[in-house]
T-cell receptor, first 110, second 117 residues
Framework: GENVEQHPSTLSVQEGDSAVIKCTYS??????FPWYKQELGKGPQLIID?????GEKKDQRIAVTLNKTAKHFSLHITETQPEDSAVYFC?????????FGRGTSLIVHP | GAVVSQHPSWVICKSGTSVKIECRSL??????MFWYRQFPKQSLMLMAT?????????EQGVEKDKFLINHASLTLSTLTVTSAHPEDSSFYIC?????????????FGPGTRLTVT
């Protein structure tokens, strides 16, 4: 089955800095890579996703890059704000239900 | 669009009792829903796939007799934790794929915090 590794487990940045979270996956058949933001006591919220036919996707301050050859993808958040503080999960899937990474706790200090 | 709700948001029950958690797709029909379990500071663990009008598919290691799933309509799936014990205390989250997408695209509910005393 698919195996997703996510790093770092904790990321602390100053407001206005950029944050990068990286994930690797094992199954070359995976072709759908969503990212979720989970605030304390709430369910995960899809913030951006990318499919294998593109290498990069942007949505305002958030971007995701995908390197299918190396089997890794990354979430980039620019100009971080305190409200970006949350746990972020990457996932990899295809014709099956996505497998989740272990999560990254992002802390943005004002 | 693609809003998934859960009820209750939190519940406390005594050991040995059963508790039912509801998952509803509010503005779309979902023939498939998914149930996850999440321990503190850990990732989401898929428990089962709920299929409307048929039996649920459970992941390996999940006791189907303990976690009863019913998907009786296109907008409602229920998870019943039977004879609950303290180790069943957890955050339970459901999800559903929005209409017109593949099953691997999911929108999550807000979760239900279960505490068994």
């Amino acid at each position: 089955g698919e195996n997703v590794e996510q790093h770092p487990s904790t990321l602390s940045v100053q407001e206005g800095d950029s944050a990068v979270i990286k994930c690797t996956y094992s199954d070359s058949a995976s072709n759908y890579f969503p990212w979720y933001k989970q605030e304390l006591g709430k369910g995960p919220q899809l913030i951006i996703d990318i499919r294998s036919n593109v290498g990069e996707k942007k949505d305002q301050r958030i971007a995701v890059t995908l390197n299918k050859t190396a089997k890794h993808f990354s979430l980039h958040i620019t100009e971080t704000q305190p409200e970006d503080s949350a746990v972020y999960f990457c996932a990899a899937g295809g014709s099956y239900i996505p497998t989740f990474g272990r999560g990254t706790s992002l802390i943005v200090h004002p | 669009g693609a809003v998934v709700s859960q009820h209750p948001s939190w519940v406390i029950c005594k050991s040995g009792t059963s508790v039912k958690i509801e998952c509803r797709s509010l503005d779309f029909q979902a023939t498939t829903m998914f149930w996850y379990r999440q321990f503190p500071k850990q990732s989401l663990m898929l428990m089962a796939t709920s299929n409307e009008g048929s039996k649920a598919t459970y992941e390996q290691g999940v006791e189907k007799d303990k976690f009863l799933i019913n998907h009786a309509s296109l907008t409602l799936s229920t998870l019943t934790v039977t004879s609950a014990h303290p180790e069943d205390s957890s955050f339970y989250i459901c999800s559903a794929p929005p209409p017109g997408t593949f099953t691997y695209e999911q929108y999550f509910g807000p979760g239900t915090r279960l505490t068994v005393t």
